[in-house]
């Protein structure tokens, strides 16, 4: 599918709203379409790389894959994410027919229409239930929380939350069903000059509530309906991958961004080498370089899964999501300390081209030869919008709960942990023998 | 005293504001601004009294920790030009010494709060110069105007060139009270000046910024749609100011004071803020926490002692700071700096991994919260609210609330702003550290080492301190 083509399949009647109205055309609506342009911009660039959806088979081809996810939209991590499941078919062909015929058909629909597909999993209290069976399928009501991107995509991929007590129930379901409706919440700047906002204006993805009135889920596209937790478990390890994998790497790479921003920032300030601004700049450079380390790692530690997958290493995932979580606070109130109120006083595009006042904001907003007004607006612009804005509460939230959250993210890391290895080494150590 | 409704004429005065690129003519019909100066004019009316002699709590000089606490309590019930107006408790503060060097400053430093206090009038702390090259002195930088500086002296005044940033509530208020950033050296007289300019004085604009949401639907912005103020470039191109309006005019040796005087009051505002917000941190945890059932989860528990104690050693400190306030020759309190500037740096250190663990807790959801119109869309609204059902007695409304609230002081713009003032308001970490060790009796501490070590005249090892 080329972009034009997925603007043109985004008109499939579904039910979007935002700020409490239906929007019928999402790549007209102001804010809605800084997210389709994004994906639209994905469409065509791996179009022209001939890579989409193809997942790698070396720890080469991760290394690319890794670029591509961190190059395009969210969407493809999520539907790569869906593609994951594919590794599961084997071992549920042989034991759970029912659940592989259901995923090798999403997986074929998905591939064959180029489609882009996200995981719906997250409740507040109540969780999805069936409200009708019938001999063809079942009826759904309630809802899903906090899905990214789903006003974006074409099909759903639905998971039970992994609460005590729910019942398991996983289907896919296109985005336009009967009874589906989407409400987003969206990042995208409100303003009609929004030159001050470099990230929020080309990459806000909503996310959405998704609401499920009566849904007719066909037999075919069910995955489980009540039979199985530990398979639920299973799929929703698996779905995650990718999108953990990607926000590894956009850590590390958001990383080496708050450090460019502190040292250049610092520079055209004129004082790299203070001794408490060395101090900051040196706690993100380690931070920064943790980040990458972890992230090589994953790579470099990567593993074939069942379908020939290579998939990069989830202790060493998991630890950097938590490290780079973790202390990102830290490193973006070092960066705003070094940076200073600029951050959020600086004036806008608008002012600088103010005939009255523009040349105010030029004469003391440069600070020395070869620093510019603009130049170094600019950089407050960027840190404002990355670190202290909604765009930047965005990032921030999403990342740190990914995966369940800083907590969870923890456990994982402990859990992933090469224990066995571990446990070897203390008793070679303290010589306890075999 | 005025009410709010003359605060709103009195804004009038052909004041020079701009936004986004264009010039605000009147504050309080302009949509980004409408709030933050109904806000201010609701303090106006909260605090009017028509008898003549009547003032503002703020501008009560304290000579007591009682009376500190007093005034905290009156800024806590304020917007926050009442708190900037603490430019004028720095003028008081510095007055005894800049007394000293000229009887007529201080005579000018009282009668200008007088005027402030009688008049009702708001000022804006304006001390941040633009600074150019931050290695090189104001006479060094390529521009010489990088600080503000008087450009010629007269006989009855001095006129003024050069921006001062981050004005919080420039826009808003009547007086300016320009201070210098910072101690000025020989050779830099011209810049060593302290003066109050109105705000709508000839050759003066404000160029702004706000955190006041786009959002027009304020039920999803709780705080920042009713809270929010500008912060302001101030620019002074060939400002003139009369004598009885300018507090230094050139002694270098006493450029300083003025600024320290101001960092106590500002930090001060800062740290008892803070001391509040780290309470409403914590309930909002813990609401958050029984809406979903959590109550009962040790991480959570976890979660919420920590913020506990956090909130409780921000009160602490801020309950220290006025206990044990220090005193100026004129018999002013002012809080102690030592535990002021503790306080802020413990709060600005902790902050952010407080917020983390709320973010923790709420999830996702935080930011992709639908808004309270989706709520009230009837094709909506019935499942909105069954997805939104939460534990006890709370309505899917009130767990509206809480996300965008968190989403509003925590992952917008206003989250964003609170952040960065927190820590840069009154100087950042560094000078945080330093002024504590600055105020921090080493010399006992040393002593006590000393004891305990048995190396002071008659100590044995190990004796109890």
């Known amino acids: 599918m ?11 009647g579904r039910r979007v709203f935002l700020d409490g109205q239906r929007v019928l055309h999402l790549a007209e609506d102001p804010l809605l379409r800084v997210g389709v342009d994004w994906v639209a911009r994905s469409y065509d660039a791996a179009a022209d790389a001939k890579s989409a959806l193809g997942l790698p088979r070396t ?32 071992e549920l062909r042989a034991a759970h027919a029912d659940p592989a015929r259901a995923i090798e058909s999403f997986l074929k629909r998905c591939r064959e229409g180029d489609l882009r597909a996200t995981v719906a999993r997250d409740v507040f209290a109540h969780d999805l239930r069936v409200v009708e069976r019938r001999s063809d399928g079942i009826v759904v009501r309630g809802s899903k929380l906090a899905v990214a991107g789903a006003a974006l995509v074409h099909e759903l991929l639905v998971l039970p939350a992994g609460r005590a007590g729910e019942a ?36 806000s993805v909503p996310e959405s509530v998704v609401l499920f009135e009566d849904v007719f889920v066909p037999k075919e596209r069910i995955l489980l309906d009540g039979e199985d937790d530990a398979l639920a478990a299973r799929f929703r390890e698996a779905v995650g991958v990718w999108e953990r994998a990607r926000s590894a790497a956009q850590l590390a790479d958001r990383a080496d961004l708050l450090m460019g921003l502190a040292q250049t920032v610092t520079e055209m300030n004129g004082v790299p080498e203070e001794a408490n601004i060395v101090e900051k700049l040196s706690a993100i450079a380690v931070y920064a370089t943790m980040c990458r380390a972890g992230w090589e790692a994953a790579i470099s530690h990567a593993r074939t899964g069942a379908a020939g997958v290579c998939l990069p290493d989830e202790a060493f995932v998991y630890a950097t999501l938590h490290h780079a979580t973790h202390l990102y606070h830290e490193m973006v109130a070092y960066l705003h300390d070094a940076a200073g109120g600029l951050v959020i006083t600086c004036p806008s595009v608008a002012d600088y081209e103010h005939p009255e006042v523009g040349g105010y904001v030029e004469k003391y907003v440069r600070t020395m030869d070869g620093v510019s007004g603009n130049d170094r607006m600019r950089v407050f612009h960027l840190i404002r919008d990355l670190t202290a804005d909604a765009y930047g509460g965005w990032l921030k939230v999403s990342t740190q709960s ?33 | 005293m005025m009410t709010g409704q003359q605060y709103r004429a009195s804004l009038l005065d052909g004041r020079r504001n701009y936004l986004d690129g264009e010039r605000i003519e009147d504050p309080s019909k302009h949509p980004l601004f409408q709030h933050a100066v109904d806000w201010v004019a609701s303090t106006y009316d909260r605090f009017y009294s028509p008898e003549p002699d009547a003032y503002h709590p703020m501008f009560m000089i304290p000579r ?14 304020s917007d926050i030009t009442a708190g900037t107006t603490a430019a004028c408790m720095a003028l008081i503060t510095a007055a005894p010494e800049l007394g000293e060097l000229r009887p007529e400053y201080k005579t000018r430093i009282y009668d200008y709060v007088d005027l402030c206090r009688s008049q009702d009038m708001r000022c804006s702390e304006v001390i941040t110069d633009a600074k150019g090259h931050r290695k090189r002195r104001p006479t060094q930088q390529d521009d010489p105007d990088f600080y503000v500086r008087i450009v010629e002296r007269r006989r009855d005044g001095i006129v003024i060139n050069g921006c001062k940033m981050h004005i919080t509530g420039a826009a808003l208020v009547h007086e300016q009270v320009v201070l210098p950033t910072k101690r000025m050296r020989r050779g830099e007289e011209d810049y060593a000046v302290a003066c109050a300019v109105p705000t709508g004085a000839e050759g003066l604009s404000i160029i702004n910024t706000t955190n006041a949401p786009r959002n027009p639907d304020g039920r999803n912005h709780p705080v920042s749609s009713r809270r929010n103020l500008p912060d302001g470039f101030v620019v002074f191109d060939h400002v003139f100011v009369p004598n009885e309006r300018v507090f230094l005019a050139g002694e270098v040796s006493h450029s300083a004071i003025l600024a320290h005087a101001l960092g106590v009051w500002e930090r001060s505002a800062g740290v008892a803020g803070a001391a509040n917000a780290a309470d409403l941190l914590a309930g909002q945890a813990a609401l958050l926490a029984e809406m979903t059932g959590q109550l009962d989860d040790a991480e959570i528990k976890q979660k919420l002692a920590k913020i506990a104690i956090y909130a409780t050693m921000c009160r602490a400190g801020w309950a220290a700071a006025m206990a044990t306030a220090t005193t100026t020759a004129d018999g002013t309190a002012v809080p102690n700096s030592r535990y002021v500037s503790a306080t802020k740096h413990y709060t600005m250190d902790l902050h952010g991994q407080m917020v983390d663990m709320v973010q923790d807790i709420a999830g996702r959801l935080i930011v992709g919260c639908p808004s309270f119109a989706d709520f009230d869309n009837p094709e909506l609204a ?37 952040s960065v003032t927190e820590q840069l308001a009154g100087a950042g970490a560094y000078a945080q550290r ?25 100590a044995m090892a190990g004796e109890p301190q």
């Open chain 1, 168 to 203: 398991s129930l996983a289907f896919t379901v296109p985005v336009a069903a009967p009874g589906i409706r989407l409400v987003c919440a969206s990042t995208a700047p409100r303003e009609n000059d929004t030159r001050h906002y470099p990230l929020a204006r080309r990459f």
């Open chain 2, 64 to 77: 007591t920790p009682d009376d500190l606490r007093a005034r905290s309590e009156a800024l806590r019930q």
């Open chain 1, 2 to 12: 080329n972009a034009a083509g997925y603007r043109s399949s985004l008109e499939d």
């Open chain 2, 382 to 418: 019935p499942q909105l609210a069954e997805a939104f059902a939460a534990e006890g007695d709370y309505t899917p409304e009130q767990v509206l609330r809480v996300f965008h609230y968190l989403h509003d002081t925590t992952a917008d713009l206003f989250g964003g702003w609170i």
């Open chain 1, 402 to 434: 990914v995966a369940g959250g800083m907590h969870a993210q923890r456990l994982a890391a402990h859990a992933y942990y090469d224990l066995d290895r571990a446990r070897a080494r203390v008793r070679e150590v303290a010589e306890l023998g075999h």
């Open chain 2, 434 to 458: 330093l002024v504590t060790l600055r105020n921090y009796d080493l010399e006992d501490a040393k002593t006590r080492a000393k004891r305990a070590l048995g190396i002071l005249d008659g």
């Open chain 1, 59 to 90: 720890p080469d081809e991760l290394r690319a894959f890794g670029e591509l996810l961190l190059r395009s939209d969210t969407t493809l991590a999520s539907t790569a994410g869906c593609l994951a499941l594919e590794a599961l078919l084997p």
